[in-house]
């Protein structure tokens, strides 16, 4: 099992910028062989992917709706995901969550179709027009 602790939330203008921080807490694996992934809800509306990446290789993949403007990395050292935020519009606002998935082989693509086990507690994103 993994914890995740999400920080780096808040409220910005349209066109502004946030970096997300998902650090885990893995337990029994190394976190070279997992996937991960940033997940966001809107009220009302059904929770969405928004990038994976496979911590083997750093290969990622993202949704249309944020292609360019978001960029996800990763702090191996610091066992540490990131999500880049740039071009923030009003419909990006949602709560943002990490989530993680044992995958000892994979890539952006393959994790963003797999189901994630583990999860972290959001942070909230809020982009004013």
């Known amino acids: 099992q993994v914890k995740l602790v999400e920080s780096g939330g808040g409220s910005v203008q349209a066109g502004g910028s946030l970096r997300l921080s998902c650090a885990a807490s893995v337990s029994g694996y190394t976190y070279s062989t997992y996937c991960m992934g940033w997940f966001r809800q809107a009220p009302g509306k059904e929770r969405e992917g928004v990038a994976a990446i496979w911590t083997g290789d750093g290969s990622a993949y993202y949704a249309d709706s944020v292609k360019g403007r978001f960029t996800v990395s990763q702090d191996k050292a610091k066992n540490t995901l990131y999500l880049q935020m740039n071009s923030l519009k009003p419909e990006d606002t949602a709560m943002y969550y990490c989530?993680?998935?044992?995958?000892?082989?994979?890539?952006?693509?393959?994790?963003?179709?797999?189901?994630?086990?583990?999860w972290g507690q959001g942070t909230q994103v809020t982009v004013s027009s």
């Open positions: 989530a993680a998935e044992r995958a000892y082989l994979g890539s952006g693509g393959y994790c963003y179709t797999r189901k994630f086990g583990d």
